[in-house]
């Protein structure tokens, strides 16, 4: 891989004359009173590439060779559109903005934000990154190279089903927000985004926020908060389609417009995709379909903008991973899953038989059906000019359902009475089920946001949301060798679930001495969660739960230079439990607890746009971020699943997420650039008892003790280098590592997934025929070394008879080798 990687530097650092390409910079005022203006959006050619820091200044990495637009815009202003010609050197560009502009859609995403003023750590991406990065995968995979990413599919290629990992938290503890309204599930916290495929395609710009963030709505942010905006105000009319196909028949396909700006006030933006792939694992199929479509309307202080968007999925059941002598070919270990009952003698055939790519399912029709439609209609509306509300009515439409084949089951399960055949009483039968969710997810949200014009050290917002979660679970026989007294979609169970959740919050940043800020942020959040009813395994469900959370937030930042900052921030997150905490228990066992976590960030930022650093052109950016996270009853996964694929878990006492992150990026004249990030971390619970079972399901408890928390790697890192050898052709190498990750609490070798590292490879070629405004041909090579590792996995322990402790893992092989390979057309 050496070798590999120097041959591949030495390739991007090959001297072109044609690149004559380089940095902008600058600073943005107010034109009137001369002060900084924070904040600011900066557009090239209509993409959001940047925007204005505390002190009012910005910078463009690299703008290439050719004339192109810039914009810069900033809420209660005029926009400002220059021209800029792409050269070798460094330009420096002082501007001025006079008030009174046309609200953009930056304006409503606002309070949702970090900036350099809130003192925590957070990475933005914008749509140009995004565009690079995207051949279909779904979005987690775009995110992978930002700071403290883990991420993973259960179909092995980044299509369909895929989770993300930050900080070792999944995304059950990752705020997920689409312009501001919470996308979370109300009841699992997942954030599903198999419900809507590629939505990165009309995604303006991304925010990660690590660590508990700034106040947001919805559930709680206990590793991160990922920031989805769509909003954004394209003023030229335009027509896009992209099309990728690749590696287990991988195809999408999608087609994108917009009007731009009509008369000076509407805009109307559509988008139209399809994503379907064969998936690396033996039947892991996905047939993906959705749109976007937003109509709106802006005037001098007004903003109004309706915005729906719906995703289908179909697809494949690959939840359940394949296991251990699957990837290992272990013989005696396959013949202890098959003398446990873990696999049939045929299904253990087929192990050895598809290895790494076993799928445990083979009936046709094993499929996941799932359409999701997203209803927004927003407001922003100037108030003076040192005044705006943004607000947004929203609902969320959700319907669909996963059948099985089931073999050998009981009909007192299915509430069916035993079949009486001649002399003989049948209990059992095969049969085919469906679990349906049928829910409504329907509030409103809103900010007040106060940004004075004459004097910005002090800026405030308050805002809150109330929300409401409907939610209807039951499940139907559609098929059965013997019907005994069912009819046709026998419901055999039913629980419905009704969740509130209303918060309020108030934010402010005050620049106390021109070095000196200040940072605060409380939010006081209330949830009513009823359930009734009983589950599939006819267990009484019935839940009354209600919390009430109070987190406060509070940080500081000192300028140690221009471009050098310090910041130190101090939060408070609570979340409750989620369904699977109360429905996966005994009935009536309502003791899972809410979890608490107290987050301390701090750390150094620098950015230089110098040409006098490191030569003419050059960009640095640099920052260190520790954190220590200390949580009291968190919940943390106990490697066993459910029978739907969710992670059971359980309360700890005492636990903590502490570390380093760092993330640096260097740009030469943008000839070629590394981007890397390195989080180094200590995940502990503290006094943690193991338990086992016996064979009479009676628990054996260890000796409590120090141990690492489930699915947190001590060491993650992710690298980019990235160059243009010759005129128009970009060439990436991405290098990710991830150390090894323990399946459950006990910090067993045995039950873990080895450290792993991939390589991918990415090329982008843009052309400009004189009848098309771009033609780009794009190719990403995936895991390039062709390793064979997994990224996600299960586990469970049970003592047996003799006393000795059986261990059964599943994994979820990853992809080796593999490609995917565009075509894309600008109009």
């Known amino acids: 891989m050496k070798t590999l990687l120097l041959s591949g530097a030495a390739l991007l650092a090959l001297p072109f004359s044609a690149w004559a390409q380089g940095p902008v910079s600058g ?17 090239l050619d209509g993409a959001a590439s940047a925007a204005t820091d505390a002190a009012g200044n910005f910078s463009l990495s690299a703008v290439p060779a050719g004339i192109h637009e810039l914009r810069i815009s900033f809420l209660g202003y005029e926009p400002l559109v220059r021209r800029v010609q792409g050269q070798a050197t460094e330009q420096r560009l002082n501007t001025t903005l006079q008030p009174g502009g046309v609200l953009t859609g930056e304006a409503l995403v606002t309070a949702s934000r970090a900036n350099d003023r809130t003192a925590t750590a957070y990475s933005n991406v914008n749509r140009e990154e995004l565009a690079k990065r995207n051949f279909g995968q779904d979005l987690p995979y775009l995110l992978d190279q930002t700071p403290s990413v883990v991420v993973n599919s259960d179909a092995g290629a980044g299509v369909g089903y895929t989770d993300i ?37 009309s995604i303006s710009s991304v925010q990660v926020q690590r660590g508990v963030g700034t106040s947001q709505n919805g559930g709680a942010a206990f590793g991160a908060s990922i920031n989805i905006s769509t909003l954004d105000v394209r003023r030229e009319a335009y027509g896009e389609t992209q099309n990728t196909y690749g590696s287990f028949n991988t195809w999408k396909n999608n087609v994108s417009f917009g009007t731009g700006l009509l008369n000076g006030h509407f805009t109307v933006d559509g988008r139209l995709s399809r994503i379907a792939t064969d998936g690396y694992m033996n039947r892991a199929s996905s047939d993906l379909k959705s749109y976007y479509f937003a109509a709106g309307y802006q005037a001098k202080n007004t903003l109004l903008k309706f915005i729906t968007f719906s995703g289908r999925e179909k697809t494949y059941q690959a939840w359940n991973g394949v296991p251990e002598p699957a990837l290992t070919g272990n013989r005696a270990l396959l013949q202890q899953y098959i003398d446990n009952g873990e696999l049939s003698e045929a299904d253990a055939a087929r192990v050895l038989q598809e290895g790494r790519r076993y799928s445990y399912y083979t009936y046709d029709n094993q499929t996941d059906n799932y359409q999701q439609n997203h209803y927004q209609l927003h407001l922003s509306q100037g108030l003076g000019s040192d005044w705006n509300l943004g607000a947004a009515l929203h609902l969320t439409r959700g319907f669909g359902y996963y059948e099985n084949y089931r073999a050998n089951r009981r009909f007192s399960a299915y509430n069916l009475q035993d079949v009486v055949i001649g002399g003989d009483t049948l209990t059992r039968t095969n049969l085919v089920d469906r679990k349906w969710l049928d829910n409504y997810f329907y509030g409103g949200t809103f900010a007040l946001n106060y940004q004075p014009q004459a004097n910005d050290r002090f800026q405030a917002t308050v805002g809150g949301a109330w929300n409401q979660f409907n939610n209807d679970h039951y499940g139907e026989v559609i098929w059965a060798q013997y019907a005994s007294n069912g009819n046709i979609r026998h419901r055999y169970y039913f629980n419905d679930a009704t969740k509130t959740d209303y918060n309020a919050y108030a934010r402010a940043t005050w620049q106390v001495l021109p070095k000196l800020g200040a940072y605060g942020d409380v939010q006081v959040r209330h949830i009513e969660y009823n359930i009734d009813g009983v589950e599939d395994d006819q267990n009484d469900v019935t839940t009354r739960a209600r919390y009430t959370f109070f ?22 997150g609570q979340r409750e439990p989620v369904r699977s905490d109360f429905t996966d228990r005994p009935a009536g066992d309502q003791s899972a607890k809410a979890e608490r976590l107290e987050d301390f960030e701090g750390g150094y930022r620098f950015t230089r746009p110098d040409a006098s650093l490191l030569g003419p052109g050059t960009v640095l950016r640099f920052e260190a971020n520790y954190f220590s996270m200390n949580y009291r009853n968190q919940l943390v996964a106990t490697g066993q699943l459910n029978d739907v694929g969710t992670a059971l878990r359980t309360n700890v006492a005492r636990s903590y997420r502490r570390g380093v992150e760092l993330t640096g990026f260097v740009s030469a004249d943008d000839k070629i650039s590394l981007s890397t990030t390195l989080t180094l971390s200590r995940n502990r619970i503290l006094n943690y008892q193991d338990v086992v079972y016996d064979e009479n399901y009676e628990p054996v408890v260890a000796a409590p003790r120090a141990s690492t928390i489930s699915y947190s790697p001590g060491v993650v890192s992710a690298h980019t280098l990235e160059g243009q050898p010759v005129k128009d052709l970009r060439v990436a190498l991405l290098l990710k590592t991830v150390s090894r990750q323990y399946l459950d609490n006990s910090q067993n070798a045995a039950r873990s997934i080895r450290p792993y590292e991939t390589v991918d490879l990415r090329l982008r070629y843009a052309l400009h025929p004189s009848f098309l405004k771009e033609i780009e041909l794009g190719l990403l090579v995936n895991n390039i070394l062709n390793r064979e590792y997994v990224a996600n996995g299960y586990t469970y322990s049970y003592v047996g008879a003799s006393g000795s402790q059986e261990t059964f893992n599943w994994f979820f092989p990853q992809a080796t080798r593999n490609f995917l390979a565009s075509v894309g057309v600008k109009f």
Do not use: C, W
């Open 27 to 43: 600073t943005v005022t107010d034109a009137r009173t001369g002060t900084a203006l924070p904040g600011a959006t900066i557009l």
């Open 551 to 572: 987190n406060p937030k509070a940080g500081a930042t000192f300028s140690l230079a221009e471009g050098q900052q310090l910041y130190a921030s101090f939060a408070v």
């Open 165 to 201: 990992r930050i900080r070792g938290t999944n995304n059950t503890g990752i705020n997920m927000t689409v312009n501001g309204v919470p996308l979370n599930d109300a009841e699992s916290h997942g954030s599903f985004l198999v419900n809507l495929p590629d939505l990165s395609s």
